[in-house]
């Protein structure tokens, strides 16, 4: 049963925007929702989070000031929007759902392990 769908990715210059969009299940509604980016030959790692209980929203170092992520509850999609794309931005964002997070900082709480459920992710691509 697919809880997750992203879209809104593709090919952007450097130094463009580009957003995304997750569509979530029903099931996942009261879920915090986290961005994360696989760039090749490289592990996924987590940049963006928004909690489900304040929606307060936080970043790795590498997209701070640069991203954002929100939520629009009614439509059940979250969104990342992301300007002065850089040559080391592209890969496949993948949208990921989580119950429950440890009380930690931001860096911990985006380790993937954390996360339940999981969308097939769009290729975000960028030309110099």
């Known amino acids: 049963q697919v809880q997750l769908v992203e879209s809104g990715g593709g090919l952007v210059q450097s130094g463009g925007s580009l957003r995304l969009a997750c569509e979530y299940g029903?099931?996942?509604?009261?879920?915090?929702i986290a961005w994360f980016r696989q760039a090749p030959g490289k592990q996924r790692a987590g940049i963006s989070l928004i909690l489900s209980h304040d929606g307060s929203t936080h970043y790795a170092d590498q997209v701070k000031g640069r991203f954002t992520t929100s939520k629009d509850s009614a439509k059940r999609t979250s969104y990342l929007e992301m300007n002065k794309l850089r040559p080391e931005d592209p890969g496949i964002y993948s949208c990921?759902?989580?119950?429950?997070?440890?009380?930690?900082?931001?860096?911990?709480?985006?380790?993937?392990?954390?996360?339940?459920?999981w969308g097939q992710g769009t290729q975000v691509t960028v030309s110099s």
């Open positions: 029903q099931f996942v509604s009261g879920h915090h």
């Open positions: 990921a759902a989580a119950r429950n997070l440890p009380d930690r900082p931001t860096e911990e709480q985006l380790h993937p392990g954390w996360y339940d459920y």
